[in-house]
């Protein structure tokens, strides 16, 4: 039987590039004693590729620069018979490389490069099953502003704002400020394609808010504003399974020392290597039955729509007083897998990940299954004249 190895692949240059590692680390413990053969892609802050034992140790990322010099350089290709594995460097002159041919790759990424379809669509190119949502889902989860657009369209609520790009900002700071004003303060400012509450601010009057923006920018070039739920009562779901079939978790509310959950609570704790794991939350949410059925129902459609796939978290803001709630982002890998979810269900996180890889080998096995090329004459040399003759013509 042929090794089944396991690619387990985090960091990226990210603003989330420590809870990318945080993530990953718990997923290899969680299938150490697996019939996976672990092995560790390390996507460094400069975007260059590592693998080897150092990286399964959590320790060792304490200092990212010696990190990266005990480990082992390495990049996909394929090997003779065409199958596609993941290289590491030739240690010497005369020795030959290392080669993992790809069961598939748990992709642990969060943040940008890595969770927005950048990486996803590596791994279409050279065909191997990844786990998570595709090219589509990823980049659209990752957008904000084009995840609440298609929602709206879809008739599920969003929280009223607007978005700008730092250009636009330069050049028309005034009129955006004005059209803050329509929203009322207190509103929110978000990077639009961040998530773990980077650069995420609540801000109560004109000079917090220039002040939020700018810092916003050093994220991200593309900025949301909306106006603020009060009293608000943050609302998380998980989604598991494929588009045709999926289920949904429990709810949680996140409990946090702001109104807003912020990064810091989220991983700045004391057992903050836990990931989101550590962060407290209250799970079942305690909210009335209707609510949470009505997101559940609500985080599958989602789920549906953007055609995700394997395990999603999506997170949503409810007025406290009228039980009114609406979209606010989803995460297509969420921190620690958002497996502290499932527990309710009875479902392990060893389990989690496993159901995971399933879905992706079977939905690459149904990829290739389908027709991938068309046969035709078009480079011949009669489609070649063909084609010279069309240039005579311009």
Request: hydrophobic share 35%; proline share 3%; with cysteine.
């Amino acid at each position: 039987m042929m090794e089944k190895n396991l690619i387990v692949a985090f960091g990226g240059a990210s603003p989330e590039h420590e809870v990318s590692v945080l993530t990953a680390m718990q997923a290899i413990h969680a299938l150490e004693g697996s019939d996976y053969n672990i092995i560790p892609l390390y996507i460094a802050k400069s975007g260059k590729w590592f693998t080897g034992a150092p990286l399964l140790d959590l320790k060792q990322y304490e200092d990212l620069g010696k990190l990266t010099e005990n480990a082992t350089p390495c990049h996909f290709t394929h090997n003779e018979l065409g199958q596609t594995v993941l290289e590491e460097k030739k240690g010497g002159l005369f020795s030959r490389a290392a080669q993992h041919i790809v069961y598939a790759v748990l992709t642990s990424f969060h943040g940008s490069a890595g969770e927005n379809g950048s990486f996803q669509g590596v791994c279409e190119q050279f065909n191997i099953p990844y786990t998570g949502s595709g090219v589509m889902g990823s980049a659209v989860g990752m957008d904000k502003v084009t995840a609440k657009s298609l929602c709206r369209s879809a008739g599920i609520p969003v929280v009223e704002g607007i978005h700008f790009t730092e250009s636009n900002w330069i050049e028309n700071q005034g009129k955006i400020l004005n059209k803050v004003e329509t929203l009322n303060y207190p509103c929110v400012v978000k990077p639009v394609h961040l998530g773990s509450s980077i650069g995420v601010e609540v801000v109560n009057d004109k000079e917090k808010l220039i002040e939020a923006v700018e810092t916003a920018f050093r994220y991200d070039n593309h900025l949301l504003i909306e106006k603020a739920i009060s009293p608000l009562t943050e609302i998380n779901c998980s989604v598991k399974g494929t588009a045709e079939k999926p289920v949904a978790s429990v709810c949680e509310r996140p409990l946090g020392t702001e109104e807003l959950l912020s990064f810091a609570d989220k991983y700045m704790r004391d057992d903050a290597s836990k990931g989101m794991a550590s962060a407290d939350r209250e799970i079942p949410a305690n909210i009335s039955e209707s609510l949470s059925n009505s997101i559940q129902e609500t985080s599958k459609k989602i789920f549906r729509l953007f055609n995700c796939s394997g395990l999603a978290r999506l997170d949503f803001l409810v007025e406290s007083e009228t039980e009114n709630f609406y979209f606010n982002e989803i995460n297509t890998i969420p921190g620690s897998f958002s497996f502290y979810l499932w527990k309710e269900s009875g479902i392990g996180f060893d389990s989690l990940l496993t159901e995971m890889i399933d879905i992706a080998v079977t939905n690459h096995q149904k990829k290739n299954g389908r027709v991938l090329t068309y046969d035709t004459n078009l480079l011949s040399q009669k489609a070649v004249k063909g084609i010279k003759g069309l240039k005579g013509n311009k």
